[in-house]
């Protein structure tokens, strides 16, 4: 299958700093990309979808100010936590899609934790 | 939003046992998917349907695409202790997964 690189799969930051995520689709063009945070022990929960040169869409209730997402490029997406908190802890990962967005194929994921 | 009902929870099976996971939802999909996830990892893509009515084995895992579009099941035969893991079915229209809640199956030797 296709290979997405989510980078860093771990990062502890203090609170009030802001962190950013990678997710790079290394063997395809990925016209979208989606964000999911995922708490322990529950499903993936989808935050936001980005594609390629236009702006995200956001689920309803996640703060668009708070989870910037840059969608720059058809291999890279950006997400920053922003003025992260240590409620912001969770584990969020990425997927990209191709232009027959029939499957969607999954970063390694990254643990972040605000202290 | 679109739902996934997905059952059971958890398993815990002895090694060696087959075993079956479902997921309905109350809306139809273009595609269902199964996932298994690692602790730590991110989700890994096991099974892709891509038609009401197909039936798709990859080695010891099987599942079905069911008619309706609205549900679909995952089978394990065999099992052996790396198959525990969550395993999460996902529901995929119009470029958006929705995912199930997973199935927790632990595998004792």
């Known amino acids: 299958g296709a290979v997405v690189s989510q980078h860093p799969s771990r990062v502890i930051c203090k609170s009030g700093t802001s962190v950013k995520i990678e997710c790079r689709s290394l063997d395809f063009q990925a016209t979208t990309m989606f964000w999911y945070r995922q708490f322990p022990k529950q499903s993936l929960m989808l935050m936001a979808t980005s594609n390629e040169g236009s702006k995200a869409t956001y689920e309803q209730g996640v703060e668009k100010d708070k989870f910037l997402i840059n969608h720059a490029s058809l291999t890279l997406s950006t997400l920053t936590v922003t003025s992260a908190h240590p409620e912001d802890s969770s584990f969020y990962i990425c997927?990209?899609?191709?232009?027959?967005?029939?499957?969607?194929?999954f970063g390694q994921g990254t643990r972040l934790t605000v202290v | 939003g679109q739902q996934l009902n997905q059952s059971p929870q958890s398993m815990f099976i002895q090694e060696g046992e087959d075993v079956s996971m479902n997921c309905t939802s109350s809306s139809i999909f273009n595609t269902w998917l199964w996932y298994k996830q690692e602790p730590g990892e991110g989700p890994v893509l096991l099974i892709a349907?891509?038609?009401?009515?197909e039936l798709t084995s990859n080695g010891r895992l099987t599942a079905q695409f069911g008619i309706t579009r609205k549900d679909s099941f995952l089978n394990i035969s065999a099992s052996i202790p790396s198959d525990v893991g969550i395993y999460f079915c996902?529901?995929?229209?119009?470029?958006?997964?929705?995912f199930g809640d997973g199935t927790t199956l632990t595998v004792k030797p």
């Open positions: 996902a529901g995929h229209i119009r470029g958006k997964s929705t």
């Open positions: 349907l891509y038609k009401a009515g």
């Open positions: 997927s990209a899609t191709d232009r027959a967005n029939t499957e969607a194929f």
